[in-house]
């Protein structure tokens, strides 16, 4: 006898039984819904694209060491998408004469990146997309925080269950140069930075002060600043520096949308792709067992500038369905799913093709006014174990059609959930 | 300056931009209503699999010449979904001991295949599967037909622009028996019938009496059957062939279903996938300009036998979105798409702030009630320039809130359709 093959899915990856499809499909729907009542629109790209243009745009880490690339049949290099904004700047350049501006665009995609599987992340994952184009102030800005918490809001969470952190790249330079930092200083801060909550505060300052060179004075101001960064921020302000100025206006009209209660200024959210020139912020997950950001995006200057000669500023974010779904998880947002079909069409036993026929028009009958309808299809199965079947997929209606309710043009609806029946015309 | 990179799509495949994307909507949307209307349930499994699934299952052709395959990073051989059929049969088996049966299933799913790009056919396209498992009569195949059939209605198709094509692989295969050809005779006479209405009769007849070796009785018979199949079709029941009897049931079956207007029985139907065992099935285009299968499926007895010891019959068809696209618009079957967000809400050009708050004020209450709404973000934009941006992006209404609306508690809406505009208390 031959070897039978491995029925589990390629490593990393995930088969969607139906009842893992509800649970996508509630993700995507309400990903949908908050983008489309923010005039957002939908657009998709290939799942393979030119090598080159991750090349040129994905980080090191992601094109060396995460990406699927491999030559087609035609000696092309290509590679499987490991994010959106690559084919985003592709494809927006490719009509940048002729798309009306502001451009407010989102897909929902798959991705894959060649990682070790753990929780919260797998080698495939879809991802929300959603970004603003051609807007340069801050207002653009505060419209993604605020479609960052109606997605958030649509799930069901509040506001003790997450929260955006914001910070500014503009803002962090303002403060670098005031703390008087060089270029190769500031990378090992970002670094340090960006990794504070996960070490002791003594590693953080023997890391400033071994590697990035900082001095007792830097090191105070900069521990300051992440602690409470109000005071340093007002004085920035007050120099009118204009990463200053900008966070300033932009918590401004975070209060006056009365978003402040989702919303923290953290000047600690660093956000590690380079692209990114003003405005940052994640949606950070508040249950201290999942500590993490479950999205996360920014202000760039430059999307298209590989593609084309134009400078197009925008501003958006990006959120991946495993995490979110582990935030769902932990935090009991996910509803319980009900068969969708509500109605099972019984097949009464017999050769008699009159009880296959009536089964038949019955359901086209229910079929016509709108209802999901599934049918029994072999004769040679006991009504009970119908019935059985009915229960094991939660149907709400069992339809029965005997000998006896043929005769007097009746069928037998049985409520599966209030346990009753009864017999009406049809 | 640097070289700016191609903003085209990888060979072959598709970008879709908001107006395509209304496009796949309106046809997977389609797609998801008829499948759940025969209570089918939606699964989907990983973009990537092991290559081995699909050099047990798919054709020699898709293997050697279409499939994307290579190596991954931890040296293991994967190749990008060609097909669903190998990942279905992978993921009944995995639970087959299980899942209640009978076993409704459908999937939407994106597949790639390297082929020459030409009209109908891309390098990726999607698919809708939908498959039946665990019931072996030939109702199954009755709820494909009549599924196939409320699919096409879906869309707005009528009987004069399509036609469903039955046929048999074991009514072929007692036709064969009383023919008394030969397995190798049995290959070439599926191929030449197969093209028969791409070749002239002399070519087709050369083929079968050349390479063949058909006598002229048996070319003649074969003729007949195919031009009218009804009296062998009749024959051959009254001598009891399985096949025969099945297909005589099948179209008797049909016509108590109120769908013979859409189905034709034709011997000439053979659908190229050795996995068909019982009744085939495909969708033709009606159209002069477009003649060709959009849809094409059968009935398969043993689909998880790589997987399990196990047979489960099953029946099933698929769909590609590409070629049912080129239908839907040579029958004008497509609607125009209006911009699903009905309000723009503008921005009164002035540095003062109350005009922004007040815009997103007056969004936020419209998005409570359920309203799509985008709001102009740039303080420092003409009216005028507004309004052409909402007419150009089709917005139905255009809210307008300056000094005097505000100061009255008012905004003025723009009915954009019906160009007329009235101020309203808000």
Do not use: H
């Not at 899915?9 to 649970?23: A, H, L, Q, T, V």
């Not at 657009?43 to 994905?58: C, H, Q, R, T, V």
């Not at 969470?157 to 929260?163: D, N, P, R």
């Not at 000047?267 to 692209?275: A, C, E, H, K, V």
Request: with cysteine; glycine share 6%; aromatic share 12%.
């Amino acid at each position: 006898m031959a070897q039978k093959l491995n029925t589990q899915p390629y490593k990393g990856s995930r088969d969607f039984y139906p009842e893992d499809m509800n649970i996508r499909n509630f993700i995507f729907e309400n990903w949908k819904e908050v983008c489309k009542s923010y005039g957002y629109e939908e657009y998709d790209g290939p799942f393979l694209e030119s090598f080159d243009i991750f090349a040129a745009k994905s980080g090191d880490e992601l094109v060396n060491e995460q990406l699927y690339s491999f030559t087609d049949r035609g000696d092309r290099k290509v590679a499987i998408r490991p994010e959106m904004t690559p084919t985003l700047a592709r494809m927006v350049s490719q009509k940048i004469n002729e798309l009306p501006r502001p451009i407010r665009w989102f897909s929902i995609a798959n991705f894959w990146r060649y990682e070790k599987p753990q929780r919260g992340r797998g080698r495939e994952f879809f991802q929300l997309n959603t970004d603003i184009f051609g807007v340069e102030g801050i207002e653009a800005d505060l419209e993604i925080i605020s479609l960052m918490v109606d997605v958030m809001k649509g799930f069901g969470a509040t506001e003790k269950m997450f929260e955006i952190r914001i910070n500014s790249r503009r803002l962090t330079d303002n403060f670098y140069k005031k703390l008087e930092l060089k270029d190769d200083q500031i990378k090992i801060v970002n670094k340090a930075v960006d990794k504070r909550t996960k070490i002791s505060k003594e590693e953080f300052e023997k890391w400033l002060s071994e590697d990035a060179k900082l001095d007792n004075k830097q090191l105070k101001y900069l521990n300051d600043y992440i602690e409470n960064p109000y005071p340093i921020l007002e004085e920035l302000t007050q120099e009118k520096s204009i990463g200053a100025v900008e966070m300033k206006n932009l918590i401004d009209l975070i209060k006056t949308s009365g978003l402040e209660k989702y919303v923290k200024f953290d000047p600690s959210t660093i956000r590690g792709l380079d692209y990114y020139t003003g405005t940052v912020f994640e949606i950070y997950d508040l249950n201290p067992d999942n500590i993490r950001a479950i999205a996360g995006g920014g202000r760039y200057d430059d999307l298209v500038g590989m593609f084309s000669d134009e400078k197009l500023t925008g501003t958006g974010f990006a959120m991946g369905d495993i995490t979110l779904q582990d935030f769902l998880e932990t935090w009991k947002l996910l509803p319980d799913f009900e068969n969708d079909c509500e109605y099972l069409i019984t097949l009464w036993p017999s050769q008699d093709p009159k009880f296959f026929e009536k089964t038949i028009q019955v359901s086209n009958i229910l079929r016509d006014q709108g209802k999901n309808v599934s049918t029994w299809l072999d004769k040679d199965t006991k009504i009970e174990k119908q019935i059985r079947y009915a229960d094991k997929k939660g149907f709400k209606f069992v339809i029965i059609i005997g000998e006896d309710e043929i005769n007097k043009g009746t069928v037998t609806i049985k409520n599966m959930l209030e346990k009753t029946q009864e017999e009406i015309r049809f």
